[in-house]
């Protein structure tokens, strides 16, 4: 079964600094890779997505991933952190017929 | 994008009491939606999976006869916490899944369940 690793709890960065979460997978087969924000006492709101194609692949407010297939990651980045992007990012892996596993999360800080 | 709403989005109640939380897909079917509950500062956890049209699949751990799940239209799923008690304090969200090949997940707004 597919599953996710997200290294570092929690992430923070200088305004204006470059975002790097970190994120891993482990699946049998070729996998669809998720990042999902949530804000403060709302729900998980779709960032990117990775399913076929393209292995850059870039999403809402700047952010972009890359799928690596040979380092298993799905690393989500940001040239340059805004104080709006504080939120907690969950990357999530889905495969056909099977479904979506979520990591643990990783809470972003954006300090001034 | 689909959009999922989720009602109430805050309630507060007495122990002992039960509570109903709607999830609704708004644009499009879901034959398959998710609860799952949330601690402060902590990952999702997954109870249930919600079938439309048959009896929902459990996470192991979770209690079937105090969160009664029904899914009864292909647009509405809904989660009941019967005799709510101050540990069922959670925030609560659905998920519909869109039919895809990708098994994407669109999640509702959450609930915020304190129990008194």
């Known amino acids: 079964a597919q599953s996710v690793t997200q290294l570092g709890s929690h992430v923070s960065v200088s305004e204006g600094a470059l975002v790097l979460l970190r994120c891993n997978y482990s699946?049998?087969?070729?996998?669809?890779l998720f990042w999902y924000v949530q804000y403060p006492n709302q729900g998980l709101q779709l960032l990117l997505k990775?399913?076929?194609?393209?292995?850059l692949v870039k999403g809402i407010n700047g952010f972009e991933a890359e799928f690596k297939k040979s380092e298993t990651s799905f690393h989500l980045t940001k040239p340059s952190a805004h104080m709006s992007d504080a939120a907690e990012y969950f990357c999530?892996?889905?495969?056909?017929?099977?479904?979506?596993?979520f990591g643990a999360g990783t809470r972003l800080t954006v300090k001034p | 994008g689909a959009v999922v709403s989720q009602h109430p989005s805050r309630v507060i109640c007495k122990s002992g009491t039960s509570v109903k939380i709607e999830c609704r897909s708004l644009?499009?079917?879901?034959?398959?939606m998710f609860w799952y509950r949330q601690f402060p500062k902590q990952s999702l956890m997954l109870m249930a999976t919600?079938?439309?049209?048959?009896?929902?699949?459990?996470e192991q751990g979770v209690e079937k006869d105090k969160f009664l799940i029904n899914h009864a239209s292909l647009t509405l799923s809904t989660l009941t916490v019967t005799s709510a008690h101050p540990e069922d304090s959670s925030f609560y969200i659905c998920?519909?899944?869109?039919?895809?090949?990708?098994?994407?997940?669109?999640f509702g707004p959450g609930t915020r369940l304190t129990v008194l």
């Open positions: 699946s049998s087969v070729p996998p669809y």
């Open positions: 999530a892996v889905s495969e056909r017929n099977n479904d979506m596993r």
């Open positions: 919600s079938n439309e049209g048959s009896k929902a699949t459990y």
């Open positions: 990775y399913t076929t194609g393209a292995t």
């Open positions: 998920s519909a899944r869109v039919v895809s090949p990708y098994n994407e997940q669109f």
């Open positions: 644009d499009f079917q879901a034959t398959t």
